[in-house]
T-cell receptor
């Protein structure tokens, strides 16, 4: 999962396995969360989002789970493919705050082995 | 839809010169754009929030005279790094707030100051 510090957490999985990437957030007032995927040398790409009135949301091959009690967010990727290799960031937003600023987590490097 | 174009993707400049980076929302209007800085293997750090027709809001510790932001239209924001020095070398990324307040990111600009 994600942690504070300069060392990027890593997750290595075999192609076809399911991946789970975790994120702990700190602001209990945050009510909107997004997962982004960033490939090397590129900008972040939106994957899926969830609002605090939900605890689960599914997309294509991805599922986001939100546990507000422990301020934890996870991203599940089903049948992981080599193209899923990237750094994954969670981001949080307090919608009552100004300008919809996002606070990003530290990121997790996912490596998919063929 | 929701494409954000950032230009240039890579720039090398001499110390003391200024560099302008453009961020365009191609298929939507964005009243709010954001500028981030990212160091290798680290997360995105918000530098400033750019609002169309008004002054940008800078995060604590970011020099507004060093990083000039202009958001003259609903589809264009620019970041000018003035009197660039080697310590300004970094990956700069913009995002634009689109529908449902999702931030869509440009591909980033790698700045190298010699």
């Amino acid at each position: 999962g994600e942690s504070v510090g300069l060392h990027l957490p890593t997750l290595s999985v075999q192609e076809g396995d399911n991946s789970i990437i975790n994120c702990a957030y700190s602001n209990s007032a945050s009510d909107y969360f997004i997962w982004y995927k960033q490939e090397s040398g590129k900008g972040p790409q939106f994957i899926i989002d969830i609002r605090s009135n939900m605890d689960k949301r599914q997309g294509q091959r991805v599922t986001v789970l939100l546990n507000k009690t422990v301020k934890h967010l996870s991203l599940q990727i089903a049948a992981t493919q080599p193209g899923d290799s990237a750094v994954y960031f969670c981001a949080e937003n307090e919608s009552g705050g100004s300008n919809y600023k996002l606070t990003f987590g530290k990121g997790t490097l996912l490596t998919v082995n063929p | 839809g929701a494409v954000v174009s950032q230009h240039p993707s890579w720039v090398i400049c001499k110390s003391g010169t200024s560099v302008k980076i453009e961020c365009r929302s191609l298929d939507f209007q964005a009243t709010t754009m954001f500028w981030y800085r990212q160091f290798p293997k680290q997360s995105l750090m918000l530098m400033a929030t750019s609002n169309e027709g008004s002054k940008a809001t800078y995060e604590q510790g970011v020099e507004k005279d060093k990083f000039l932001i202009n958001h003259a239209s609903l589809t264009l924001s620019t970041l000018t790094v003035t009197s660039a020095h080697p310590e300004d070398s970094s990956f700069y990324i913009c995002s634009a707030r689109g529908a449902l307040n999702i931030q869509y990111f440009g591909a980033g600009t790698r700045l190298s100051v010699l």
